[in-house]
């Protein structure tokens, strides 16, 4: 087989709405590199591209690439060896291409073996964080933050350190190692088991992913046999009824979109930052074995807490809309019994009020919780005395995400969604502009003392811009999705 059509097989084993929206982060962040690269050639410019490169390569191997794995399970179960052999053949082929790319962006400033290097442990993690089960996953999610802190502790080396080499070497053969590992076992998983598997790959392969409803998406029935007993959700079934159209479409769209009681909600909370406490103990532990350390115990817990809770942030401010209006999209992409049946519920009243009970239960969570985040954007910017634009990049991340979920939201539900490859440039762009908030959130002292952010006005000019012209089309997004929702005759009319 040709090499193109080894390349292609990814995208061709892929959901349209997925591979337009991967492919359009990774896109953007290959831009991003390329014109940072042109526009600020010194060393910092060179790395701040680089990085940006490997966001997009993370983003690419964590939810594209895994598309290979499902492949080879699918050719394993017809017996059609010599597919399973293409598919292991492509992911190969694209980790050698990616990282090409990569030793051909980094050659100016890290040398073309050390850019190699670091792309080749990206993508491994990457990969890995779709083998590996959800709170692990999560916790690999969190590694550029957990890396920068542990410095504090272990001899963790930065870009510019010679060593930095062989790290990223042996982390990416570790990560490698993994993968091979996950790879053999989920190829090699009993269809019965599949469902009960914890990986993150294996989510994608359900009915939930083509926007059909089942027992474990829906409905109250919303079990899970991945987690043991003590993990699982406790549905809040108190304000569920004719009197509570909002709790009932909430129960009805199943998922994450179900109430949960007090307990529940701490135990999912728990499941998220477990990984970082369990990351932040041992650090503490290690620690500990070193009196003569320079760092405190509570300059410690600082420098540890900080950044994670920065990529904690980011995941909620950024996943919990997207998540929540592509879920939306799935359940309204394809006309199914499922859909019909909510018209039909007691007590939801004429359309108009239909429509209403159902954005708050769609929106509500995702437009509070960032609403607060935006707040405490502003409180960090306030105590640190921060610039106005610097002020302004850390409150406007919540808000794009807000705006952008309620956009997404209104354009699944009106007549017409936004094609694939549109869905695609918006998220990206949105990811791009939320992680650079997010980034000066972590680099605030540099921008009080003149650091490379606050000492490149062409790169700030450039995210203003581009963050206004998000703005604009998530603006536009929402006029439309709003017209096309009022004219149709009930919401629950699916576009297919």
């Known amino acids: 087989m040709r090499p193109r059509d080894l390349l292609l097989t990814f995208w061709r084993a892929t959901y349209p709405s997925v591979r337009w929206l991967v492919g359009g982060v990774f896109l953007l962040g290959l831009v991003v590199a390329i014109v940072v690269r042109l526009l600020w050639p010194g060393a910092k410019g060179g790395h701040i591209a680089l990085l940006a490169f490997e966001a997009g390569v993370a983003y690419l191997w964590a939810f594209l690439m895994p598309a290979g794995l499902l492949l080879a399970r699918d050719a394993r179960q017809l017996r059609i060896p010599r597919l399973e052999v293409v598919a292991a053949a492509a992911v190969g082929l694209a980790a050698l291409a990616t990282i090409g790319i990569g030793a051909a962006l980094g050659r100016a400033t890290l040398g073309e073996t050390s850019a190699a290097a670091l792309t080749a442990l990206v993508l491994a993690a990457g990969f890995a964080f779709s083998l590996l089960p959800g709170p692990v996953a999560m916790l690999i999610g969190l590694l550029p933050a957990a890396s920068d802190a542990a410095r504090r502790v272990l001899p963790v080396p930065t870009l510019d350190d010679p060593r930095s080499t062989i790290w990223w070497a042996v982390a990416a053969a ?275 003392q003149d650091g490379p952010w606050a000492g490149s006005p062409v790169l700030w000019s450039a995210y203003l811009v581009v963050a206004l012209a998000l703005a604009t089309v998530l603006g536009w997004i929402t006029a439309s999705g709003a017209r096309g929702m009022a004219r149709q005759p009930h919401p629950f009319l699916a576009h297919g």
Request: glycine share 12%.
């Open 174 to 448: 570790g990560f490698g190692v993994i993968c091979a590992i996950r790879w053999h076992g989920l190829v090699r998983l009993e269809a019965s088991q599949a469902g009960r598997s914890s990986a993150m790959v294996m989510r994608m392969r359900g009915k939930n992913a083509t926007g059909h409803w089942d027992g474990s998406g829906a409905g109250i029935r919303i079990v899970d046999r991945r987690r043991p007993g003590w993990l699982q959700p406790e549905t809040n079934l108190r304000h569920i009824g004719p009197a509570h159209p909002v709790g009932s479409l909430r129960v009805a769209l199943g998922r994450g979109f179900v109430p949960q009681t007090l307990r529940g909600l701490c135990r999912r909370g728990l499941t998220m930052a477990g990984p970082m406490l369990v990351f932040i103990v041992a650090m503490v532990l290690i620690r500990a074995t070193r009196p003569g350390a320079s760092v405190s115990w509570l300059g410690l817990i600082y420098a540890l807490g900080i950044p994670m809770l920065a990529g904690l942030a980011f995941m909620l401010a950024l996943g919990l809309p997207l998540v929540s209006a592509l879920t939306v999209r799935q359940r309204w992409s394809t006309s199914q019994r499922e859909l019909a049946v909510l018209g039909v519920l007691p007590g939801l009243g004429t359309p108009d009020r239909v429509r209403r009970a159902l954005l708050r239960a769609t929106l509500a969570r995702p437009v509070v919780i960032n609403l607060l985040l935006a707040v405490a954007g502003w409180i960090v910017a306030q105590r640190m005395n921060l610039s106005v634009i610097a002020t302004l990049a850390l409150v406007a991340a919540p808000l794009l995400c807000l705006l952008a979920g309620v956009a997404l939201t209104l354009d699944a539900l009106g007549r017409q969604p936004l094609p694939g490859w549109a869905l695609g440039l918006v998220s990206g762009a949105l990811t791009a502009v939320v992680l650079i908030s997010t980034i000066t959130g972590l680099l605030a002292s540099q921008l009080q």
